[in-house]
């Protein structure tokens, strides 16, 4: 139950981010769809982030030391870029053009679930 939570939370985080940053797009005709989208690249997100962050931390915690864990933020974009290849390899209509769209897009669904996670308890 906690994981299905954790995945909707997740696409609402990253509906939240296709509707504020520009270059982060869902290409969908149907409301259907666009949902079905947003709940797999959530999979993918999570997957993403279960298995490289922690060698991404391990790997790289100088830099997170050097940077006061700035660096995080940096590494959440490339994690939500890395997410959209994924999804355009498995032909999903979401794209994350660029950088910078993943960057900003990675804060907005950074914030989002976190404030959804104090609404929704896990228990």
């Known amino acids: 139950m906690k994981t299905l939570i954790r995945v909707i ?4 985080a990253l509906w939240v981010a296709t509707a504020v940053v520009a270059g982060i797009n869902i290409t969908t005709d149907t409301t259907s769809k666009r949902i079905g989208t947003l709940l797999v690249v959530a999979v993918i ?3 993403v982030n279960a298995f490289l962050k922690p060698i991404v931390k ?3 915690c100088v830099f997170y030391i ?3 864990g700035l660096i995080a933020l940096v590494v959440n974009g490339l994690l939500l870029w890395l997410t959209s290849w994924v999804a ?9 053009t660029g950088f910078w769209a ?3 897009g990675a804060i907005v ?3 989002v679930s976190w404030l ?3 609404l929704v308890h896990d228990d």
């Open 66 to 68: 050097l940077t006061l």
């Open 58 to 60: 391990k790997v790289g």
């Open 102 to 104: 993943a960057f900003w």
């Open 116 to 118: 959804l996670s104090l």
């Open 45 to 47: 997100f999570g997957l």
């Open 9 to 12: 939370v997740t696409a609402i």
């Open 88 to 96: 355009k390899q498995l032909e999903l209509p979401f794209e994350v």
């Open 109 to 111: 669904v950074g914030v």
